[in-house]
Structure formats: C-alpha cells, structure tokens
C-alpha cells in the first residue's frame, strides 16, 4: 500500500521484516524536569504497518514518550528518530513543523476549532499547511468523515456533537494530513462509556488498513485485541514487552502480572462447594 507522498517522495508500506529499519527509534532516552527524572532510559520501536501499544499506570512516562517523537519535549539524552530524522537533531521550527506533517497526534482532548464547522476544521491544515486547493481538501475530508462514520455533520460545529463524534472528528483532522505514523494518547479517557466504543472502532479500522499507530491507552482488551506489540512502563522505565498475546496471557514480570490483573479483573474465585461448607458447619457445631 503506497502511503501519502512527503518531501522524500512516496513511502511504500509493507508488511514488516526484521530486516526493515523501524519507523520509530527510541534509544536509551532520559528525560527530567527538574529533579524529578520522568523517562529513565526507554528504548522503543515500531515498524512500518505495526500497531504498538504503551500500557502502565499514571505518571509512568507513556504520554511524554509520545510527546519527545514529534519534538514537543526534548529528552536530555538518548536518540529518537523518526523515518529515519533525529527529532533531536531538529534546530528551526521548520524542520519541526516538516516531521509533524509526517506524524498524526490525537490527543485526550479534541482541540478542535468551536468557531469552525467540521469540514472546515479537516480543511484548514491541508489548505494552509500542505497546499492543497479547497476543492481537493473538502474532497478528501468528505472522505474521511465518511471513514469515521460522520459524513452527515459536515457543517456542524463542535459543540453540536457529543465527545464521542468530536473525537471521531479530531481523528479525521489527523489524517487529512496523510501522516504516516499516527499517535493516540488516552483518546477515550475523557469519553462517556457509552461513546467509548464508537472511537475505539473507528481505531481499530485504520489498523487493520495498516496504518502504523502507536497508542497510549488504558483500553487493556482494545489494545490486546488490535496491537502488534506492547510495552509496559513504570517509573519511567520500559518493565516489559513483547507480542500483545504473549504479555497479556504470559507477562514475564510480576508487575506486569499485577498490572494486568487489576486492569482487567483479578479472576473470581470459584464458587464454594456446598457439600464442603455444609460439613464445615456441622465440624464447627460439634
């Protein structure tokens, strides 16, 4: 599948080898602010095609590693790279501004424009930032409205929709940049319930068309269902990772496996055999 065309041309995307550069890099990345040290040495990859999921508790580290793979924080050490850019290399907001055209963030919080319709807020970036003509721009954010199963609000505006379709919405705006990596961080943590599930399937239809995603997320069932590869981080350090089969039905690390049971549910204990508890309460009569 030919992904969208940047400054280097067109980047083909294939099913992954073990030979194949991965797209993203973290080596070895420490990041503080002030004393209080937030990323502890991270190294992370993801592949062309491959959904990667960070799981963990709060404050351990999973948003800010999204954060140092498209510049908005820079770690103090350790390398990120980026289809092959050094974000820290990066010195002009330029430069900044062309790895961003590359990588989609949707964040917790939809951001959109309130004084803007829909198809306006999916425009407005292609037009300004990429060049398209208008007429392309509403073409393909007509199109992907339908992808994400909004084509009848067009000329809404965000506050006429529920957070569930806004955040539909934010998706869209994110790849009518035709990014080649797209990032998720907790994009259901501000979501009623029962609009949870709208999103989560909209995600789940672009990785199975093979964008690469890398998500933080505390979905435990979503993220085992549709990642490649997960990783769990703790205290700013990557605890484990590996296939998403293998880390939720055979976590290696005890706090994985502690993690993991109270994000989804320790299982029950079996129900109590009546025979047994009926000779309990005449042992103890006796």
């Not at 292609?126 to 007509?142: C, N, W, Y």
Request: with cysteine.
């Amino acid at each position: 599948m030919l992904l969208p065309e940047h400054a280097g041309g067109p980047v083909l995307s294939a099913v992954p080898t073990a030979a194949a550069a991965p797209l993203v890099a973290l080596q070895d990345v420490h990041l503080a602010f002030g004393g209080n040290a937030v990323l502890r040495g991270i190294d992370l990859e993801v592949r062309r095609g491959q959904a990667v999921s960070i799981i963990g508790p709060s404050g351990s580290g999973k948003s800010t590693i999204l954060r140092c793979l498209t510049g908005l924080l820079e770690p103090q050490q350790g390398k990120v790279t980026v289809g092959g850019v050094s974000v820290r290399g990066l010195r002009t907001e330029a430069e900044r501004i062309a790895l961003r055209k590359r990588v989609g963030f949707v964040f917790q919080q939809y951001n959109l424009f309130p004084h803007l319709t829909v198809l306006q807020n999916l425009t407005i970036a292609p037009v300004r930032v990429l060049g398209r003509s208008r007429a392309q721009a509403e073409a393909t954010a007509i199109g992907l409205l339908r992808k994400v199963r909004l084509a009848d609000k067009a000329g809404a505006y965000p506050g006429e929709l529920s957070g569930g379709q806004q955040q539909r919405v934010a998706i869209a705006r994110a790849l009518a940049m035709e990014p080649e990596l797209i990032l998720f961080d907790e994009v259901t943590s501000a979501l009623d319930p029962e609009t949870v599930g709208e999103v989560l399937t909209v995600i789940g239809d672009l990785v199975d068309e093979g964008l690469t995603c890398l998500l933080v997320t505390h979905e435990m069932r979503f993220a085992e269902e549709i990642s490649d590869e997960v990783y769990f981080t703790e205290g700013g350090l990557i605890v484990e990772h590996g296939p998403a089969r293998r880390i939720f039905s055979q976590p290696r690390s005890e706090r994985t496996r502690a993690f993991l049971n109270r994000a989804l549910g320790a299982p029950a204990r079996p129900p109590a055999d009546p025979f047994v508890a009926s000779f309990d309460k005449l042992r103890f009569a006796i």
